[in-house]
């Protein structure tokens, strides 16, 4: 049977996940009473409630078209750049790539940093221009722009010459030439067919089994499984095989105890095993991780892992120590946080860990703030409560020991009345513009170089200036030399003074001096932060103080106590919002901002900004 690898690569929402499951639907990858589920790669909770793709999958499908059966192993990768560290590792596991774009959107940051990768590594790339029946879709300004793109960075003579289809990923049809409508997506698997060449590691199926670890994932009855291609040989039930790492120093011995083949949605098991080329899970593992190479026992050289680019972002991790501490969580202690986050950094290669001087907090370095919000989100769901500090972007020491930080690529479509402000603000934190001009439909496009530390906590300002009309996309581009001081938070925060429940009388009486965050009958704590001061300065409050009541003046003369209702942070609103000296504690129940040092005697006094 013929083999193909495939991966889907594209930017956040141009439309892979649907696209892949047309792909399963038209192969007959589910009976014809068996449910399907929209996105049904997005398996996880959190992937369904953000509506994105977090972790890299692997499906499987059997194609019979001119060239015969094929089994197609179709990869489907996150198009967040947070999320990059995911696509680096699986593109060593195919042989050729469906590039996504938009049809009316076009190229964007992340199509640029997939597409990099994916030629360096010599993958043969077709192109798949999606949604081309949005309103203002033009296939040909986005054919141009991608052929553009390839040669800007670096494509060869035969990796120009792509071949290109156009697509409706949620309509479920694909065709070569729009002016001959088709009904289906066959001539997308048949093109994939045609151009992607079978794995060449076929020819090794007689040589001694390898095999490269991209995936690693854990199971309640398998144990620890872990995914990739077989290099050469074959993959057998009951073998003995060791593990090696990058230097080719053994970590472990141990026997393959399952083969799992993908097969549609479901993994199978498969008893008489797996040959070269094709991508299976390995179980009977215990310490083998990421990068590591899975052999027999007498290969004695490990296979070349693909480097992975550093985290630009970190942040601090560590026990929660308010006065509320233990109340909802059941996983409180430094211990336990520890193992967490070292399980983590485990599997997914892009997040690393390291414990800070006292011990007792962990340093957490990422992609960005959208990568380490999933992680704690992820935690907080398990029962963890943990403090967390804001983000610092991670810098370098350039060669003549001059500090160095992270560069982004910054594209934003915004309608064309904001875009004065949109510029105005980002040039006052460091941007600054390499290309501007219209999209259609009323909007402009402008593009930044910006640094990492500008863009920390703008989203939600940009937004606000924007009026929910602008999207923001940003992508790691290089480290160059410190660009000096930006300006923080303009505006100070209350916070409480006291111990207790906030009481609606008290927070009536404050809402002149600035936004709530917090509602009545919630638990408070002295040096909680319950809203946002309307000037420059941090203000101590009392958040409980009842009405007095006496024989006099009944409760009920006084108007109604109507409150306005509280601004509610999500995740990463919150890591967004805080300042330095500030942290978000983090509960299954609860998400509150609170001062470091609670006691207001021994905060520093600010000094007011210039």
Not at 494 to 513: K, P, Y
Request: with cysteine; charged share 30%; net charge negative.
């Amino acid at each position: 049977m013929n083999l193909r690898n495939v991966a889907i690569i594209a930017h956040v929402d141009h439309g892979k996940t649907t696209l892949v499951d047309q792909l399963l639907a038209q192969s007959g990858v589910f009976r014809a009473n068996e449910a399907t589920t929209e996105r049904a790669m997005d398996s996880n909770d959190q992937e369904k409630e953000r509506g994105i793709t977090i972790l890299a999958k692997c499906t499987s499908v059997l194609w019979n078209g001119k060239a015969g059966e094929t089994r197609i192993n179709i990869i489907d990768t996150p198009g967040h750049a947070d999320f990059g560290g995911e696509v680096e590792r699986i593109l060593g596991m195919v042989d050729g790539c469906v590039i996504l774009v938009d049809a009316e959107e076009g190229v964007m940051p992340q199509t640029k940093f997939v597409l990099t990768k994916a030629l360096k590594m010599g993958l043969r790339p077709i192109l798949c221009i999606n949604k081309v029946d949005r309103a203002h879709a033009d296939p040909d300004r986005v054919h141009n722009e991608t052929f553009d793109l390839f040669a800007a960075i670096g494509a060869t003579d035969e990796q120009l010459d792509f071949p290109h289809i156009y697509a409706s990923g949620r309509n479920g049809w694909a065709t070569l030439d729009l002016d001959k409508p088709n009904d289906d997506l066959s001539p997308l698997f048949d093109l994939i067919v045609d151009h992607v060449p079978p794995p060449k590691v076929q020819e090794n199926k007689d040589k001694p089994f390898q095999m490269l670890n991209v995936l690693i994932e854990s199971d309640p009855f398998l144990g620890r499984i872990l995914t990739g291609r077989i290099e050469s040989g074959k993959a057998v039930p009951g073998m003995a095989i060791h593990a090696l790492d990058r230097e080719g120093k053994e970590i472990e011995r141990g026997r393959i105890t399952k083969v799992l083949a993908f097969r549609g949605l479901k993994r199978t098991a498969l008893d008489e095993g797996s040959e070269a080329g094709d991508i299976v899970a390995i179980a009977g593992m215990s310490k083998a991780t990421v990068a590591d190479t899975l052999c027999a026992m007498e290969v004695t050289d490990a296979l070349p892992a693909q480097p992975i680019d550093p985290p630009t972002i970190s942040m601090t991790v560590s026990v929660n120590d308010s006065p509320l501490a233990g109340r909802e969580g059941d996983k409180v202690q430094s211990r336990v946080i520890r193992d967490r986050l070292l399980k983590e950094a485990e599997a997914n290669v892009a997040i690393r860990v390291t414990t800070t001087q006292g011990g007792d907090a962990y340093e957490v370095a990422g992609r960005g703030e959208l990568q380490l919000g999933v992680l704690i989100e992820n935690m907080r769901r398990e029962g963890f409560e943990v403090s967390i500090s804001r983000p610092r972007v991670v810098f370098q020491e350039g060669p003549n020991g001059e500090k160095l930080e992270p560069i982004e690529d910054v594209m934003i479509d915004v309608d064309d009345e904001f875009s004065g402000i949109v510029i105005e603000k980002l040039s006052a934190r460091k941007a600054e513009m390499t290309d501007m001009g219209p999209s259609g439909a009323g909007k402009t496009r402008i593009q930044l170089k910006c640094p990492s530390r500008s863009l920390i906590g703008y989203q939600g300002e940009f937004l606000t200036d924007t009026r929910g009309s602008g999207v923001l996309n940003r992508v790691f581009s290089h480290y160059e030399a410190f660009k000096g001081e930006i300006a923080g938070r303009l505006k100070g925060v209350l916070i409480s003074n006291s111990d207790g429940e906030t009481a609606a009388f008290a927070l009536w009486n404050l809402e002149d001096r600035g936004v709530m965050f917090v509602g009545a009958g919630e638990k408070t704590y002295q040096g909680m932060i319950i809203g946002e001061n309307s000037r420059w300065d941090d203000l101590d409050v009392n958040p409980i103080k009842g009405k007095q009541l006496t024989n006099v003046r009944a409760s009920g003369k006084d108007e109604a106590v109507r409150l306005t209702p509280p601004r509610v942070m999500s995740l990463e609103q919150a890591i967004a919002y805080i300042d330095e000296d500030e942290l978000v504690e983090v509960t299954p129940k609860s998400i509150r901002l609170r001062k470091q040092t609670l006691n207001p005697s021994f905060r520093k006094k600010r000094i007011r900004p210039e």
